[in-house]
């Protein structure tokens, strides 16, 4: 999480995100989201903790396949099948959620310019944003923030 600030501060993110940074770290402490017992076939819960956490922590940047089944200290084919059995989702749509979820923050509780918002939640280009976005909340991410909703994942 510190070093996900340290590079949102060196990218010119403002006090919001550092205050939603906080809130985040202060409901994860409170109450992370793990599986006390993996699905059969699936990764330890210590593997799915470390994974997650880092998904967490660097949602805002690029992560391949190969870095995530290093976090979980095994090959990338198994690491690919024993997450999606430990968490009923693939490595990347549980990363779009955790995106989306920073997102909907984001858009409401800071008045950054939407495209501004999709790339502080690691999504390349404003187009890709708005698509993944409509697809998961069923509106625009400039109609989410005009109805003023507040889905926090904090």
Do not use: W
């Amino acid at each position: 999480m510190a070093e996900a600030l340290l590079q949102a501060r060196k990218t010119g993110a403002g006090e919001r995100y550092t205050q939603s940074a906080a809130h985040y770290l202060a409901e994860y402490l409170l109450h992370p989201r793990r599986d006390t017992s993996p699905s059969a076939g699936g990764l330890s819960p210590e593997q799915l903790q470390t994974v997650t956490a880092f998904m967490r922590s660097n949602f805002s940047s690029s992560i391949t396949l190969d870095r995530l089944a290093e976090e979980a200290g095994i090959s990338r084919y198994h690491f690919l099948r024993r997450f999606s059995a430990a968490t009923g989702k693939t490595p990347r749509q549980y990363l779009t959620e955790l995106r989306i979820e920073a997102a909907c923050y984001l858009l409401a509780v800071d008045n950054d310019p939407v495209s501004q918002v999709g790339r502080r939640c690691g999504f390349p280009n404003p187009e890709h944003f708005a698509r993944v976005f409509r697809k998961h909340m069923g509106c625009a991410p400039s109609q989410y923030r005009k109805q003023g909703q507040r889905t926090s994942p904090f």
